[in-house]
């Protein structure tokens, strides 16, 4: 690594450069975490829509906090409601081998929901819900600051489209919102019910990865 910023700096000094400006890429790790905790602290506390009823806990997502690429499902179940973790029932078990048969971790990455509290018998969550809760998502967009979201399943892909996805006709999909690229693939817990669609997720989360880490 050292070596290839080296000779790149070469190559621009014999192109007649004599000043670089390098930006900071990224904020300090710990000043991210600090943050991402500030919103947690706020979404325990939070009574913005009939969600919080019905939760034993929020759950704001968790992994790298510099990640590329973010992983956005629709809100918690049951597990995830339970151990204040995303994605680590049956869906999120799929969602983890998967990462790792693209040779990845999911630790590497970031994962959350649309919805930070559990829906009453796992129902889909309200446009009011997801509207409610949005803020919090865009919160932490600003401190991760991904290039690429990975929107799993349709509710996700509508709550940042605004409009209706018919998930099966549109997964593949790569679309420009604000500066950052959306791919929309299949949620986990679909490919459970329909295990043809495995694969297809899976090439999805390979592209999606390979999307954000050449970007
Ligand atoms: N389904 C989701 O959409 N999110 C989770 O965290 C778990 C299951
Ligand atoms: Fe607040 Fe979001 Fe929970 Fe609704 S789902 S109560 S908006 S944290």
Not at 50 to 74: C, H, T
Not at 137 to 160: D, S
Request: proline content about 6%; hydrophobic content about 35%.
């Amino acid at each position: 690594m050292k070596d290839q910023v080296k000779k790149h700096l070469k190559i621009l000094q014999e192109l007649g450069y004599e000043h670089i400006f390098v930006e900071k890429y990224s904020e300090d790790k710990e000043e991210k975490e600090k943050k991402l905790k500030e919103i947690d602290r706020q979404i325990q506390q939070c009574k913005k829509c009939d969600l919080y009823k019905n939760r034993k806990q929020a759950v704001l997502g968790e992994g790298n906090p510099n990640s590329p690429l973010m992983f956005i499902g629709e809100a918690p179940g049951g597990d995830e409601d339970k151990l204040g973790r995303p994605f680590v029932g049956r869906a999120g078990k799929l969602l983890t081998k998967l990462i790792e048969a693209a040779g990845h971790k999911r630790e590497e990455f970031y994962i959350t929901n649309i919805c930070k509290c559990r829906p009453p018998n796992n129902r889909t969550p309200t446009p009011w819900e997801m509207e409610a809760c949005f803020p919090y998502l865009e919160q932490q967009l600003q401190i991760i600051k991904p290039k690429v979201l990975c929107l799993l399943g349709a509710t996700a892909a509508r709550a940042f489209l605004k409009r209706n996805v018919a998930i099966t006709k549109e997964r593949g999909s790569i679309i420009n919102w604000n500066d950052k690229l959306l791919y929309l693939t299949y949620h986990p817990a679909y490919v459970l019910r329909n295990p043809n669609a495995e694969i297809t997720l899976f090439e999805d989360i390979k592209k999606a990865i390979e999307l954000a880490i050449e970007k």
